[in-house]
């Protein structure tokens, strides 16, 4: 039977990918009779809802530039391609 | 295996540069805003990035994706910045983190705490001082697992760009980094949300 240390790093995976048929299996034996690792997979499933949920209001406005900050950004961009300066030697 | 080939064959070119700020500026100011935690420096660094790439672009070897290009340029600036700033800086390299000993499990692999019940996960969800947290508890990440959380997780980027970008030589070690990551996201939300009433 897999061991805690493997399990816990299977349910990490399988919120990125599908597990394996036997990697599936060997998961949900070892779930049955391990209350820790349980909790840990939905615990983890948890962290992973956050993650996607990061992105959306009210918090995305905070996690994207400004419209200022871009206005700058752009015009900094557009600046230096239209003057491109002398060659730096870095 | 043929997806390994599209992926060597493939050369990327890059796009207008008066298009990057509205296709990429989004992606990087998150990435840098939540490694630093000041919009200030990170809305100067994505500048930086941008320039930087500008006079570099005829170098572009069409090897990564335009945005991982440029995610590449901007990691080396964040790690400057933290440099310039005399933070301590670890350089270590970042394959190592898969073969360290491990501060979770005993030596058989069990659990070597135990932790609680989360008690209304979704009510969280709703409230500001969870979401604060959240990236706290992100940002606090050892530099190299914070890069690897903040681009997979968050920005959504694909593992084999990830694993360019971050110089992470095997998908094996990208696992087992994601997955001490989360361990530790883990214990600094019941720490500080879920147990800290």
Redesign the interface.
């Known amino acids: 039977m897999l061991?805690?240390?493997?399990v816990?790093?299977l349910v990490?995976?399988s919120?990125?990918r599908s597990l394996k048929m036997r990697e599936q299996l060997a998961v949900k034996i070892h779930l049955l009779v391990c209350r820790?690792?349980r909790?840990?997979q939905?615990?983890?499933s948890?962290?992973?809802?956050?993650?996607r949920?990061?992105?959306q209001d009210p918090?995305k406005s905070e996690?994207?530039?400004?419209e200022n900050?871009?206005t700058?950004?752009?015009q900094?961009?557009?600046q230096?391609?239209d003057q491109p300066s002398k060659k730096?030697n870095d | 295996m043929s997806q390994i080939h599209e992926f060597i064959n493939k050369v990327n070119t890059l796009t207008d540069p008066e298009t990057w700020v509205s296709q990429h500026g989004d992606a990087m100011y998150r990435y840098a805003l939540m490694r630093l935690k000041n919009p200030t420096v990170a809305e100067d660094l994505v500048q930086e990035t941008f320039l930087a790439a500008l006079k570099a672009r005829h170098n572009f070897a069409g090897k990564s994706s335009e945005k991982t290009w440029l995610i590449g340029i901007l990691k080396h600036k964040i790690i400057d910045h933290f440099r310039k700033s005399k933070r301590e800086v670890l350089v270590e390299d970042i394959n190592a983190e898969a073969d360290h000993q491990d501060e979770f499990f005993d030596e058989n692999g069990h659990w070597n705490t135990r932790f609680g019940v989360w008690n209304r996960p979704n009510e969280a969800l709703e409230q500001k001082e969870f979401w604060e947290i959240f990236s706290s508890c992100i940002s606090d990440l050892p530099e190299h697992l914070a890069d690897l959380y903040i681009l997979r997780e968050i920005n959504g980027m694909q593992s084999d760009e990830v694993c360019k970008v971050l110089n992470i030589s095997t998908t094996n070690n990208m696992w087992v980094m994601m997955s001490r990551a989360r361990m530790r996201i883990r214990r600094c939300l019941e720490a500080r949300w879920f147990n800290a009433a």
């Not at chain 1, 996690?63 to 400004?66: E, N, Q, V, Y």
């Open positions: 061991s805690c240390k493997e816990s790093n990490s995976q919120q990125n820790m690792c909790r840990y939905r615990q983890i948890f962290l992973t809802e956050a993650s949920k990061l992105l918090q996690l994207s530039l400004s900050a871009r700058r950004i752009e900094s961009l557009k230096a391609t730096d």
